[in-house]
DNA sequence: TATGAATGAGTCTTCATTCAT
DNA sequence: CATGAATGAAGACTCATTCAT
């Protein structure tokens, strides 16, 4: 169940992109993410990327265009590991405890923000303003992951382990506590405060007592 | 308990404020809500108050002013309901269990949301991109946010309610789960799908299973 | 059947024209008359003008209305002096015969020209180029002028003064006189070897015999 | 008198022109003609010559070399039917008339503009804004028309068929009437509203009578 | 010979802010 | 207090031209 992962590195070791086009991307990503996409100018980028202007718009048709290039590889991984075939038949082999499910995801997609940080944070902030990015997310991200956790969650409810709610509750509840503790952990809380294992330990334990069904 | 909301209205009727300037005022927060702060130009707003654009820059230096005056208020006031004199009195008075606190908690938030909707939009939005507003933020919320809820969370700790873990896990995981809740509700998920009762209950369960020490 | 004449001077004797508005407008037509509309940036307009550039977009919101602005008024008054109530009263007192009428239209377009030669000069350059121009003539220009014309010509022809052709034709024929009359005195011959009275009477002449019916 | 027209299709078959290069000379003169010189880009002909950006700088200095070298050789036969030896013998021998001159005259051209329409076009739009086509033309139009049609005229006026004016007026009613003629059919008046014979007949009578010395 | 990536000066346009009225 | 004309710096984007391959 490991996605393959997209990271900066990989974008960068596409063999279709040019020299100059990497450190286009580079240097947009990192201003992006920092002072925001509205607030970055083309010619920022180009300085940073040690690049003429003229050279973005030779690659990129628009500023838009640059970051709908930047963010969409990455959303197009956010739900990797969820979309597998025979979803069932991987739950039954590798997850046999909603517990260990939870784990791997977890772990996977810690491994994937680490990887990929800038960019999910530049898709955070851009969301509310690019209804591109807002309909793409919907499309390729929202739905995708909502139609697979709803086998998940029915697999388990089956099998006795999560109370029986609405999959969409299950997963708003669950993903709130995840994506929770990612903000804390890389946005919020700085790191010299942060035991790794224990919060993760925390969280895990809290969404299973929550969704669990009886006694501890 | 119940916080002394502040609403556009409120905010409206303060004697200090010109005709003029309330108009600026609804204006703005309607626009930046709306396009972000970035794109909203100052021309827009004076057009859509009604008013010159100069008038704008007579009563609020930089736009830039314009903005920290709409959301400082507002976020004054979003931890009103934690910050009282003598908490555990009340606490010991009014919220017998951790569920009639959360109950209470989610039911004056939701007041708040629904009269300041517009304005925590663009708190949300802008935060990542004004570090004077994330410098307020801290202080005025996150800090104070802590302080008390920590207070809450030893009482009920120590009433045997909820598991021992740090204040800040478990203010982070009930954040997470309320935060959530509210994003779904507010953001995400058109009206026609949600059960706002039942919604409500599960996230409640969810957090007393989640924090809860025992059976059920 | 004197038309009110646009002048450059008259345009810029308006009231509502700021001070600046019109240095602007000097500026443009100087420049655009010269180089062409294509090969003008705004640039050089406002500093020919001594005017900010900003200032040229908060009086016309992009360039090409700018263009359009100098030359509409023009364009309205082209075809002035046949736009007139009871054109046949007008022709049976001022114009007893075609040759009159034709005198008078010459000299009076001839002011015309000298008055306002910088724009109709824009207007012939650029009318190849942008359509909205295109259909504003046709508009304001042509359909009116060969409306009017018909009249005058029927006129004639029914006095048996003019050959009894399509008064398309004679319209055709006559304004290829008088224009190229006009082309050539104003661009392409050289004062010194122009003898105006003499060409013009020798125009008038021509379209005389040319469409004339008989012996002379 | 037949010059030896150039057509396009002639423009391109000369052999010293590479394959790209016409395409070039194709695709230019489409794009010039269309949307004048100044709007055409050089990618945008690249792109319609199906041939890299380089290759047109290869061929062609710079973007004006390409323009005058399609509208050069155009330029260079518009006079062509004037432009022959032993004029006073052709003329003698061939039009016996100065009406069979005209006729023969307009015929000619006629093919001619249907041959080159595009240059044409191309010409006369950008006559105004490059000063060396205007170099041009008058070297080696203007000039040399005026030359040859001053004989022409002295010709028809000895032998008592047109009166007595200085032949550059002349030339100028003449051709006033011709242009004038030809700009109407081809750029002015839709085709269904143009019987084609007629005209050419008035407009040589028209011609005719205002040259002419005596009774029709 | 042909390519096409790269350039950087230049284009039109927007915008927050100022200031005389 | 209010206005709105004026500013000029900055923005995204275009384009003819060059040059290494």
Redesign the pocket.
């Known amino acids: 169940m490991t996605g393959e992962e997209i990271s900066i590195e990989f974008l960068l070791e596409e063999d279709e992109l040019?020299?100059?086009?990497k450190k286009i991307l580079v240097a947009a990503i990192e201003s992006f993410s920092e002072k925001g996409y509205a607030a970055?100018?083309?010619?920022?980028i180009a300085k940073k990327a040690g690049?003429?202007?003229?050279?973005i718009?030779?690659?990129y048709?628009?500023?838009?265009d640059l970051l709908l290039n930047i963010v969409a590889p990455v959303m197009a991984k956010l739900v990797a590991p969820f979309v597998i075939r025979d979803l069932d038949k991987v739950l039954n082999k590798r997850f046999d405890t909603f517990e260990d499910f939870l784990r791997a995801m977890i772990e996977n997609r810690r491994e994937f923000i680490e990887k990929n940080g800038q960019i999910i944070r530049i898709l955070l902030q851009e969301i509310p303003f690019q209804p591109e990015l807002r309909e793409q997310f919907k499309e390729h991200v929202a739905t995708r992951l909502f139609e697979r956790f709803t086998k998940v969650a029915v697999y388990y409810q089956e099998k006795g382990e999560i109370i029986d709610i609405p999959p969409l509750s299950a997963l708003r509840l669950t993903a709130s506590s995840i994506i929770g503790y990612f903000i804390a952990k890389y946005l919020i809380i700085p790191e010299s405060e942060w035991d790794d294992e224990a919060e993760t330990e925390r969280t895990i334990q809290f969404i299973l007592n929550g969704l669990g069904k009886g006694t501890k």
């Open positions: 040019t020299d100059k086009q970055t100018s083309t010619n920022e690049v003429a202007e003229g050279t718009f030779r690659h048709k628009t500023k838009k």
